[in-house]
């Protein structure tokens, strides 16, 4: 079957520019999570889904990122007034939302790229 | 606060030697615990997990971790690496507020021929 799959896998954007960063979860998956991860580090969180709200967004680090999920299944993250900080890969996750240590299986990534 | 130390940036063994990566953990109740592997190109995969039960924890891929509370360890092994097994290796520990996951920073492992 179909995993997590993210578009675009890169995106290089100028400073100042407005990006979203599409994921597509395994198709019944109710959580679905974001994470960043930049050089050298593992994936930071970002924000928790549970079906259609944002359950935890205790991660972004700014009111420059936002994400959405509105019918439950496609998210897409927002970063708004991009900075060269935000450069990292983007990670997404989906889990079957069923209890406390679900397995999550984890996305490609998009690379972000800010010049 | 919750978070998670690999002490080993960089690690290189031999192929077919025996592997262990260090994981040490802070966290303020039973930890659910998690190995990822990562490889170039590809999206993190689960080796193996722990929640409670034996604290000895089998994975894929010929791996095991043991999960020692006096220490605050879950440290991965296996006992003859394959060249396939180069690669990033990530511990986690979770979770925070029922969902909120920490990962170290990773240790990259190198297989000599």
């Known amino acids: 079957g179909a995993g997590v799959s993210q578009t675009p896998s890169n995106k290089v954007t100028e400073k100042g520019k407005y990006v979203e960063l599409r994921c597509d979860p395994i198709?019944?998956?109710?959580?679905l999570y974001w994470y960043r991860q930049s050089l050298g580090q593992g994936p930071e969180f970002l924000i928790y889904?549970?079906?259609?709200?944002?359950?935890?967004d205790s991660g972004l680090p700014n009111d420059r990122f936002f994400a959405v999920r509105p019918e439950g299944s496609v998210s897409t993250l927002k970063i708004q007034r991009t900075e060269r900080g935000d450069s990292a890969v983007y990670l997404c996750?989906?889990?079957?939302?069923?209890?406390?240590?679900?397995?999550?299986?984890f996305g490609p990534g998009t690379r972000l790229t800010v010049l | 606060a919750q978070s998670v130390t690999q002490p080993d940036i960089h690690i290189t063994v031999s192929e077919g030697a025996s592997l262990e990566l260090r994981c040490n953990y802070s966290?303020?109740?039973?930890?659910?615990l998690f190995w990822y592997v990562q490889s170039p190109g590809q999206g993190l995969q689960l080796l193996l997990k722990?929640?409670?039960?034996?604290?000895l924890v089998q994975g894929i891929k010929g791996f095991e971790a043991e999960f020692k509370r006096s220490q605050s360890s879950f440290n991965l092994r296996k006992p003859s690496v394959h060249w396939s097994d180069a690669a990033e290796y990530f511990c986690?520990?979770?979770?925070?507020?029922?969902?909120?996951?920490?990962f170290g920073s990773g240790t990259k492992l190198n297989v000599k021929p």
């Open positions: 996750a989906s889990s079957p939302g069923t209890s406390v240590g679900d397995t999550q299986y």
């Open positions: 198709s019944g998956h109710t959580a």
């Open positions: 889904f549970q079906g259609t709200g944002a359950a935890d």
């Open positions: 966290y303020g109740a039973t930890p659910y």
């Open positions: 722990y929640f409670s039960g034996d604290t």
């Open positions: 986690a520990v979770g979770p925070d507020n029922f969902n909120k996951f920490y």
